[in-house]
């Protein structure tokens, strides 16, 4: 034949592959290379066990746990099992009925002789201002209300018990498996019918503090990346022995407290401080305007970009290091000046190194929270603060629960994003 | 050739690196326009850092480099115009073959149109036209070798530089190379300054040779010169295999010297490089110039030898015999039909003519 065509090429290629390849003993190769991997696999899978079951119990679970806690609230419903279910049949628009209300009060006794009531008052506080109050008090005289007129009693009592708000955030409460901490969680409130609407304007406060956090941590990746990015290039090109020795000044941080580091700042940037000190003494602010560098924003950025500093620097420079010196001399001598063949040849071989110091100072900021808790103030308070705050002191864990899974979500979604952008197999972090 | 002529000039140039020893040591080089010139040296004897200065990567310590002639010690790289292609490549790994091409042309401010026109003849010409679209990491060591080669080349410099550019390559890719870029050079007509520490690479592809040794330029001389006539001790050993006979001259007439060995023998050898009656001198005798089983008289140089090894190498068989004291002295017997046939042990004669035994410095 004188000439192949691509037909030709096409007509004789369906025949080879329809054929299947038999090993020597006449069985179908892929299911032998099917067997041979199992055992394999197998193998691979025994050695990894370990640290897989580790990973469950240390990681998955947990996780897991608090992403079911976020959604899963069943105080009321656990001390006032009736008045739970009645309020799921109630149609959330004129008062509950007067069964309803006498069931409630019979629990309300029942709760208060067993101490329960406080843990109720709170839960529904959360979803009616004042409720607390209004439940402990009422809880105290319960039993004179008791009866079929329940529900005259209780209004004539107090006229809060009248009015369908509350009885609708009790209805909220009373959901075992509910969305309400997730909707709070980004500044939204459930109805008692299952819609949703904005939270009020004073009590919204989540979404400024993801944005805060988000703009905060980018802020802050961003000068991580401007002053670590010569830092390593000069690591990686500076002779052996200057560059050991910047190592362990890049290093050296990592050998002293996270507190006393932190602390440190707040000797340096204080209004009484020794910048500020320094500053008046060579006049260029006056001793009246000194600088306020600390227990604010500017105070969570200076201290967290130091802290945060070595995780972009070593990224950077273990790709850097092994970017050969020839690149940007094959560069110049193509007729590149300097800054072109910078850009066109020595940057985009470091992507990898930026990406990787990004995310991870990036990941490290969003959940950040010793330091803006020391030096943050009220203005440089991140998101990590707030969940720290609802688990210790509110003790509304759901809530914080729900704030972590938004957090983790805004990660991820990030992290997808990149991935998409960049590529996450264009990560080298060593 | 005069200075005038000349498109690459070094003139007394030193260089230091650390301000204690000289690693180039007066360098004096006119390269003329069009010729294929190669440094040839063993490792460390300063070939790369030539090429450095020239290239613009190294300052001078010391000295001139005129190229074209301008003055271009204080010309920075990217606007000397020089190709280069460096030895372990350095193709840019984030780019394609095309855009490694297209890369010095953009930089140049090329339009767009000129730009892929270019890049597509530099591939045709180092036949990769297929393989446009690939990153380097995806190509053969010998196929990334010609994308550096077409790098080097295709903004059309005068001068290429290409410093040990084959040495990653086997042995039969290596050839291949070699004869490639020769074509290349005869056909553009560029200069070319190659760096290498193969000799036979030098030998084959090469102008004129340079051959360094400890910074200073041993020889310059034409591949054939530098193989017929070395004019030293060390270019004799460094340049093919040499076999090397230590003496004494006992006297010089005209063009020629008497050398008496230690072992007594008196030895007739072509004046080179000697310093007069009573200096010590160092012969050098081409393996493939003795003669075996020459009858006595026949030639000025005949002495007995004992055959002490045969090696048998396909064309030729090396034999490692036993003459005037010396046991390492080897001579490749041709393999052709009716060849002497020698066995180990057994004496014959081996002899030499005058011009073939060259009288040099001892080293
Ligand atoms: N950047 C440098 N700093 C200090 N000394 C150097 C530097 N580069 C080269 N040298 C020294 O200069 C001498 C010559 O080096 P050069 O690289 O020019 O040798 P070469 O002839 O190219 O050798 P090779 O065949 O091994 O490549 C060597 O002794 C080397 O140690
Ligand atoms: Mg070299």
């Known amino acids: ?430 | 050739m005069t200075s005038a002529d000349a498109y690459v000039r070094f003139s007394g140039v030193q260089k230091s690196y650390d301000g204690v020893t000289l690693v180039v040591k007066d360098l004096n080089l006119d390269i003329a326009p069009g010729e294929f010139l190669t440094m040839l040296g063993p490792s460390g004897s300063g070939k790369t850092t030539c090429l450095m200065m020239l290239a613009g990567f190294e300052t001078a310590t010391h000295g001139e480099i005129v190229l074209d002639g301008q003055p271009i010690n204080n010309v920075p790289p990217h606007k000397r115009n020089i190709g280069m292609v460096f030895q372990n490549y350095a193709l840019f790994p984030h780019m394609t073959v095309e855009e490694n091409l297209a890369f010095p042309l953009e930089v140049r401010g090329m339009d767009k149109a000129d730009v892929s026109r270019r890049v597509r003849d530099a591939l045709n010409m180092v036949q990769l036209r297929q393989f446009g679209a690939r990153r380097p990491a995806q190509l053969s060591g010998g196929q990334q070798q010609r994308v550096a080669l077409a790098r080097a080349l295709v903004f059309e410099p005068k001068l290429v530089l290409m410093d040990e550019p084959l040495g990653a390559l086997d042995k039969q890719l290596r050839e291949a190379m070699q004869y490639e870029i020769k074509h290349l050079h005869e056909r553009l007509g560029v200069t070319v300054v190659y760096v290498t520490h193969d000799q036979s690479e030098a030998l084959t592809m090469s102008n004129r040779i340079a051959v360094f040794n400890d910074g200073v330029v041993q020889q310059l001389a034409t591949p054939e010169e530098l193989y017929e006539r070395p004019s030293n001790a060390f270019v004799a050993q460094f340049i093919g295999e040499n076999n090397r006979i230590v003496g004494k001259v006992r006297e010089e007439n005209g063009q020629h010297c008497d050398v008496e060995l230690p072992s007594g023998e008196l030895v007739r050898a072509l004046k080179v490089n000697v310093a007069g009656v009573g200096t010590p001198t160092l012969l050098s005798l081409r393996p493939e110039r003795v003669t075996v089983a020459a009858e006595p008289g026949s030639l000025p140089n005949v002495f007995e030898a004992r055959v002490q090894e045969l090696i048998y190498h396909g064309d030729h068989i090396r034999t490692r015999v036993r003459v005037c004291g010396h046991d390492d002295f080897i001579i490749k017997v041709p393999n052709r039909t009716g060849h002497v046939h020698l066995a180990p042990g057994e004496t014959t004669m081996v002899g030499w003519h005058v011009e073939d035994c060259r009288a040099l410095d001892a080293a």
């Open chain 1, 1 to 430: 034949m004188a000439t192949t065509t691509l037909g030709d090429i096409a007509a004789t290629r369906p025949v080879a592959t329809t054929e299947a390849l038999r090993t020597a003993d006449g069985m179908p190769l892929r299911t032998k290379l099917e067997r041979s991997m199992r055992m394999a696999r197998l193998r691979a899978f025994f050695l990894v066990a370990p640290l897989l079951a580790f990973i469950v119990f240390s990681f998955l679970v947990p996780v897991g746990k608090m992403l079911w806690l976020g959604v899963y609230e069943p105080t009321f419903a656990n001390y006032m099992p009736r008045t739970a279910a009645a309020l799921q049949t109630w149609d959330t628009r004129d008062l509950p009925s007067e069964e309803t209300f006498a069931i409630f009060v019979d629990e309300l006794i029942a709760a208060r002789e067993s101490r329960d009531l406080g843990k109720v008052a709170s839960r529904v506080n959360r979803e009616f201002s004042g409720a607390r109050s209004l439940l402990t008090a009422t809880g105290r005289r319960a039993a004179d209300f008791a009866g079929p007129d329940a529900k005259q009693a209780l209004i004539a009592h107090d006229a809060t018990w009248g009015r369908t708000e509350l009885w609708q955030g009790m209805t909220v409460a009373a959901r075992s498996v509910t969305p309400a901490f997730y909707l709070n969680a980004v500044d939204l409130r459930l109805n008692a019918d299952g819609t949703v609407r904005a939270q009020d304007a004073d009590r919204r406060l989540h979404l400024a503090l993801f944005w805060r956090t988000l703009w905060l941590s980018a802020l802050i990746t961003g000068l991580c990346l401007l002053l670590g990015f010569p830092v390593a290039y000069l690591l990686a090109t500076l002779p052996m022995r200057y560059s050991n020795l910047l190592m362990i000044l890049v290093l050296l941080p990592f050998w002293t407290s996270l507190l006393v580091r932190t602390t440190a700042w707040i000797a340096l940037l204080q209004s009484q401080g020794v910048v500020n000190d320094s500053l008046v003494a060579i006049g260029i602010i006056s001793d009246t305007n000194r600088l306020s560098m600390i227990y604010n924003q500017a105070g969570t950025v200076i201290a967290m970009t130091h802290i945060l500093l070595p995780f972009m620097i070593l990224p950077l420079y273990s790709v850097m290091k092994t970017i050969p010196p020839s690149y940007m001399r094959a560069a110049r001598s193509l007729g590149a000046n300097g800054f072109t063949a910078f850009r066109r040849v020595y940057l985009p071989q470091t992507v990898p190194g930026i990406g990787a110091g990004s995310l991870l100072v990036f990941i490290l900021a969003v959940g950040y929270y010793i330091t803006p808790a020391l030096v943050g103030g009220q203005s440089g308070q991140l998101i990590s603060n707030i969940i720290a705050f609802h688990m210790q002191s509110t003790l509304n864990w759901s809530l914080a629960a729900a704030l972590g899974g938004v957090l983790l979500a805004g990660v991820l979604i990030l992290y997808w994003t990149y991935n998409r952008l960049i590529g996450i197999d264009n990560i080298k972090l060593g």
